[in-house]
């Protein structure tokens, strides 16, 4: 039944595409690369040891490895273990070949580098002080200020086009869509999460939305009906996993999985 609908779905999915606004990317300023003698520093062995060893990690690690190693970071840099053009090849792959629900292929990334990354958390403090009593602004500020310090931010978006679709082709499921898009949406956050752990980036992910949509749609000219699902914080750890300040524990095996065969 699933399949069936599934396999009836495909034409619709090309629609999905088309529907696709490309004002999102067309509206991003290209921010000057690195100096190559900045690249080159990054990689004396002295320095950076750890991202020597994990350039091109998210292909030459182990899928299992990758996972177990993906951790919270939220003392970060803002240095980059590897070119931007990686970084891309990356989030690209990731939007090519992650599944959707239907394959509506919802998902829709902006990438945030440098001052347009910094931006991102002016504006999230600027709104966030607009109503935060006053107690409470030093320890936000802080925590503000270390995402702004990191190199980069993506930003995951929805669209509620191809959801929408949906939800008149398949009545029958109208209210699970809107579910199975946060989904998809989650299988991109996981995804470039661990993936740019790999490569010797720490992350962490956050979730000023609905706070800052408007500001954030209209900074970078992403269509109004996009919903923001969760921002995706990334630079060079400042410390290892070994010396987070958190590590967490996980809940006993038996109380979370079971088998039957
Ligand atoms: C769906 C989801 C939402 C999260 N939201 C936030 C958040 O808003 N802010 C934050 O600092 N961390 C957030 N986290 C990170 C979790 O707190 C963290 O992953 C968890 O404590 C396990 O730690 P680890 O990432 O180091 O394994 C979120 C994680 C998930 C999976």
Partial sequence: MFRGLYKSLRPSVSSATRHFKPSVFNTTTTIPPHPIATKLLLLLPSTQTKHLASIAMADTKTFLQAVKDRHTYYDLKAES??????????????????????????????????????????????????????????????????????????????????????????????????????????????????????????????????????????????DKSYKLVAQLVFGTPNSGPQTRPQIVTFKPIEETFRIFK
């Fill in 81 to 222: 273990p590897i070119p931007d053009s990686r970084i891309e090849e990356i989030v690209k792959t990731a939007i090519t070949s992650l599944p959707s629900s239907f394959n509506s292929q919802s998902a829709r990334l902006v990438l945030l580098y440098g001052d347009h990354h910094k931006k991102l958390w002016d504006i999230t403090k600027d709104t966030l002080f607009s109503f935060l009593p006053e107690e409470q602004k030093e320890a936000s500020g802080a925590r503000l200020t270390g995402f702004r310090n990191a190199y980069a931010t993506i930003l995951f978006f929805e669209d509620p086009q191809p959801i929408t679709e949906l939800q008149t082709a398949f009545p029958t499921y109208a209210e699970k869509f809107p579910q199975w898009s946060e989904h998809t949406s989650a299988i991109h956050q996981f995804t470039l999460w661990t993936a740019l752990e790999a490569e010797g980036f720490g992350a962490n992910l956050q979730h000023y939305n609905p706070l800052i949509d408007d500001k954030v749609k209209e900074e970078w000219g992403v």
